[in-house]
C-alpha cells in the first residue's frame, strides 16, 4: 500500500515536523530548571525551528501534500499550525492560491495589489515597500492571525463570515469547500489547545521563550519572502522571483533556493527543482533575472542587486 502521495524522502520533513513538536514540549518542561546558557540556547533554537518550519517545512507540504492518505494530511496540518504557530490550512490559502496566482504583482489601477503580499503594496512611485516596513507589516499580520485563532474559540473555531480573504480564497465547490474550510478550524483548536497546555507546563517558558521567539522567527520569514522578490521583474514570468544555488543550502532546505523555478511550476515536487530549471534553461538565460549569492532571508546583504523592476539593468545575472 502507498504511504507517500509523490516521494518516500517527505518522510524526512515529516520526521522534522514531529521531532519539532517534541522539541517543544521538552523546552517546556525543563525550561526552569535550566541554567541560563540552556535557556538562551532553547530561545535560539526554537527561533530557527519556526522559522525553518514556515518557510522550508510547511512550504514544500502546502504545495505537495506528504501522505496519499487525507487523514494523515489533516494531521499534518495540525501538527504544523502548532509548530509554526498559526493555521497551515490558512497559510495554504493565503500563500498557494493568492501569492502564486498574481506573483508579487505591482500596484494596479485601484492603487492595491492582487497578491496581498506583494512587496509592491505599500510601495510608492513603483517601488518595493521599504524592506523594513514590509517585516514590520508581515509579523504584526502574523500576531493578529494568532488573536483570530484564540478569540475564534467562542465560535469552535470555525472561519467567521468576517473573515472575507479565507472565505473568498476557498474553492466554490462543495464537499471540498467544507473539508478546506474544517480544517482550518482543526490546526486553529489544535494550536489554541497546544498554547494552553503549554502554558500549563510553563507559564515563564511561554512567556520569556515562545513568545519572543515567534516573533523573532515570524521577522525572518518576512524576510525571506521579501528578499525572494526583491529586485525581479514582475513583468516577466522567468524573472518575477529571486533564486539562490548554493548547493549546501540546498541540501539543507530541500532545494528552497530554486525559487524561480518554484514559480515556474508550484506544483512541482521539492526534489524535481533543479530538473525544472534544466527544461526551463532557455526561458531562464532569455532575459535578465536576479541571481543571489546568498539565501532569500540575508539577502539584505546583496547590495548591489540590480533592479529588473525599474527596466532593463545590464548588471543582471543570466543563467
Keep these: 500500500m502507498r504511504i507517500w502521495r509523490t516521494s518516500p524522502k517527505d518522510s524526512i520533513l515529516a520526521t522534522i515536523s514531529a521531532l519539532h513538536l517534541l522539541a517543544l514540549v521538552v523546552m517546556a518542561v525543563t525550561w526552569t530548571s535550566s541554567p541560563a546558557p540552556v535557556q538562551a540556547f532553547d530561545g535560539f533554537a526554537l527561533v530557527v525551528l519556526i522559522a525553518y518550519n514556515t518557510v522550508i517545512i510547511s512550504h514544500q507540504f502546502i504545495h505537495v501534500p506528504w501522505f496519499v492518505d487525507e487523514r494523515l494530511n489533516t494531521a499534518v496540518s495540525m501538527v504544523n499550525s502548532i509548530n509554526i504557530g498559526h493555521s497551515v490550512q490558512a497559510y495554504r490559502f493565503s500563500h498557494v492560491r493568492n501569492h502564486h496566482r498574481y506573483s508579487n504583482d505591482r500596484l494596479g489601477a485601484d492603487g492595491s495589489t492582487r497578491d496581498l503580499a506583494s512587496t509592491y503594496r505599500k510601495g510608492k512611485d513603483g517601488e518595493h515597500e521599504p524592506a523594513l516596513s514590509y517585516v514590520i507589516t508581515g509579523t504584526r499580520w502574523a500576531v493578529i492571525d494568532v488573536m483570530i485563532e484564540i478569540v475564534s474559540v467562542k465560535r469552535f473555531w470555525r472561519v467567521g463570515p468576517h473573515e472575507k480573504d479565507l472565505l473568498a480564497l476557498a474553492t466554490g465547490h462543495e464537499p471540498k469547500r467544507s473539508r478546506e474550510l474544517r480544517q482550518i478550524q482543526l490546526d486553529r483548536a489544535a494550536h489554541t489547545v497546544s498554547l494552553v497546555l503549554l502554558l500549563l ?7 520569556f521563550c515562545y513568545l519572543p521567539a515567534f516573533l523573532v522567527a515570524m521577522v525572518l520569514a518576512s524576510t525571506q519572502n521579501y528578499y525572494r522578490h526583491f529586485g525581479a521583474n514582475p513583468d516577466e514570468r522567468a524573472a518575477d522571483s529571486v533564486s539562490y544555488y548554493g548547493r549546501l543550502y540546498n541540501l539543507m532546505t530541500f532545494n528552497d533556493g530554486y525559487h524561480q523555478e518554484h514559480h515556474l511550476a508550484p506544483g ?19 532575459q535578465p533575472r536576479v541571481v543571489s549569492p546568498v539565501p532569500a532571508m540575508l539577502g539584505f546583504l ?14 543582471a545575472v543570466i543563467r
Design 302 to 315: 546583496h547590495r548591489n542587486r540590480p533592479q529588473l523592476h525599474r527596466g532593463a539593468d545590464q548588471d
Design 201 to 207: 507546563i510553563s507559564w515563564q517558558w511561554s512567556v
Design 268 to 286: 512541482a515536487h521539492w526534489s524535481s527543482l533543479p530538473a525544472v530549471h534544466e527544461r526551463h534553461r532557455a526561458s531562464l538565460q532569455a
